[in-house]
């Protein structure tokens, strides 16, 4: 009796036939139990660098039929990818673009994504926090003109407008013109913000085109005590864009239709 070679310890059967090209002579025993021979080759024996560059070769230019994709897709389904080929997937796509069909097909599939991904995408990250360091780079990643919002570095030129002694001066005379009072509700002796209405303070920044702090100086408009109102904090937040802008009443206030 004779075990097979591939290490299973199992006894293989007598031959009853000879193949001498394939080392059987009639009347001895196999080698190999059927198809153990290939698992063992597979596991003890590498390819040689030209038999790679063989087999690449035949296989240039090679396409699997929607056929053979599809059964190649049932075997692997639901088998977990090992971290080494995880890794290797990841070197392999780092800095690749997405070509114009790739970013189509994952456009389609972000608008449909089953109820399944969306609920193993939540899961995954309960209890997770990011490290200083994985902030650090969303942050950077987000900062100056990466940000989607970016409109060519304005913000250092708003808040020297807002802070300047012209735009606090303006302030005081609008709260001492309305006895600092809310134009709304009509409470005092809460927190107040000087609004400015009925043209708003965007609008005559991007309307006059302001570059420099210079020039927000010297526009009148945005020191005109005329076009300015006393709001207390919450007032003032019913003036802003928030929600699902519906319509907007005679003051400016936008009437807004929140979800419950």
């Known amino acids: 009796m004779k075990l097979c070679e591939c290490g299973c ?3 293989t059967k007598i031959a009853p036939y000879n193949r001498p090209k394939k080392g059987i002579t009639k009347g001895e025993p196999f080698r190999y139990i059927a198809g153990h021979c290939l698992t063992f080759l597979t596991k003890t024996r590498k390819r040689s660098p030209e038999t790679i560059a063989k087999w690449k070769e035949s296989h240039k230019g090679y396409k699997p039929s929607e056929e053979t994709k ?3 897709s049932l075997a692997l389904k639901g088998k977990p990818h090992s971290a080494e080929h995880t890794e290797k997937v990841r070197i392999a796509l780092a800095g690749r673009p997405m070509t114009a069909e790739e970013y189509r097909k994952f456009c389609e599939y972000q608008k449909n994504r089953p109820a399944e991904h969306n609920a193993n995408l939540a899961n995954g990250k309960v209890g997770k926090h990011p490290s200083a360091e994985t902030k650090k ?3 950077a990643a987000q900062k100056g003109t990466k940000h989607y919002n970016w409109k060519g570095g304005i913000t250092p ?3 020297q407008i807002r802070t300047c002694f012209q735009y606090r001066q303006w302030r005081s005379d609008i709260f001492t013109r309305d006895v600092f009072t809310c134009a709304f509700c009509g409470r005092k002796g809460v927190h107040l913000e000087a609004d400015h209405y009925p043209e708003s303070f965007a609008s005559i920044f991007y309307r006059n085109e302001i570059k420099t702090f210079d020039q927000a100086l010297n526009c009148e408009e945005f020191w005109n005590i ?6 207390c904090r919450q007032c003032h937040d019913t003036t802003k864009r928030r ?3 519906k319509r907007v009443d005679a003051v400016g206030r936008f009437i807004t239709l929140r979800a419950a």
């Open 9 to 11: 310890g199992q006894p």
């Open 70 to 72: 599809h059964k190649v």
């Open 137 to 139: 780079k969303m942050s």
């Open 157 to 159: 030129l708003l808040m």
């Open 226 to 231: 005329n076009n300015g109102r006393t709001l």
């Open 243 to 245: 929600g699902l802008v």
